[in-house]
């Protein structure tokens, strides 16, 4: 399965700025999830990330508080906008099939204060 | 400390005991489905998947069942050990999700020495 780094894995950061968050993957995949999951509570997909596409956010994201890049098949990023206390979270990247299990990087932990 | 699983229903176990863990998913379509294992400051790992066309399924102490009439999913850890202390979430996906991932509230399992 493939092996996930994503940075940073936390960050402390004042409202009203911007965080972008990295996940390189070791091996080209076609499609790259990114989740939020805030404090105590599951994971809610923010978006789908194919290469050479725009991402597809579901109900509730959007991409000017949550653009996203996808430059190749082993890299993607996703900046959180403008923060304000609420966007406190942990943000995960994933990548899968559908076929074969998923696999999530270890997640990025911030802070907005 | 980290907030994972705070808010999040507890099963307290005996070390060396069974553990169950229970889902309910939501979408009958779905046809593939997935348990994760979510340890503090890390992202979900991968336990044990099956496909729709199972009712079982087993792993290195692990069983995955699956009721698709009452869209239910259970995991089953034999001799339950410490490093077993987690959050676990069950996830669905379908063809017809797009291969996108739908996780449950997840369950937080706390093993007693």
């Known amino acids: 399965s493939a092996v996930i780094s994503q940075k940073p894995s936390r960050d402390i950061c004042q409202r009203g700025t911007s965080l972008t968050i990295q996940c390189q993957v070791d091996?080209?995949?076609?499609?790259m999830f990114w989740y939020r999951q805030q404090p105590g509570q599951s994971l809610t997909l923010i978006a789908t990330?194919?290469?050479?596409?725009?991402?597809?956010?579901e109900s509730g994201f959007v991409i000017d508080k949550f653009p996203i890049s996808r430059p190749n098949l082993t890299f993607s990023t996703l900046t959180v906008s403008n923060m304000s206390p609420e966007d406190s979270s942990i943000y995960l990247c994933?990548?899968?099939?559908?076929?074969?299990?998923?696999?999530f990087g270890s997640g990025t932990r911030l802070t907005v204060v | 400390g980290e907030s994972v699983g705070l808010h999040l229903p507890t099963l307290s176990v005996q070390e060396g005991d069974n553990s169950i863990i229970n889902c309910a998913y939501s979408?009958?379509?779905?046809?593939?489905f997935i348990w994760y294992k979510q340890e503090s400051g890390k992202g979900p790992q991968f336990i044990i998947d099956?496909?729709?066309?199972?009712d079982k399924r087993q792993g290195q102490r692990v069983t995955v069942l699956l009721n698709k009439t009452v869209k239910h999913l259970s995991l089953q850890i034999a001799a339950t050990q410490p490093g077993d202390s987690a959050v676990y979430f069950c996830?669905?996906?379908?063809?017809?999700?797009?291969?996108?991932?739908?996780f449950g509230g997840g369950t937080r399992l706390m093993v007693k020495p």
């Open positions: 994933s990548v899968g099939t559908g076929r074969n299990g998923y696999t």
């Open positions: 091996s080209q995949v076609t499609m």
């Open positions: 990330a194919n290469q050479g596409s725009e991402a597809t956010y």
């Open positions: 979408n009958s379509a779905s046809d593939y």
């Open positions: 099956i496909r729709s066309n199972m």
């Open positions: 996830a669905e996906t379908g063809y017809n999700a797009g291969n996108m991932l739908t």
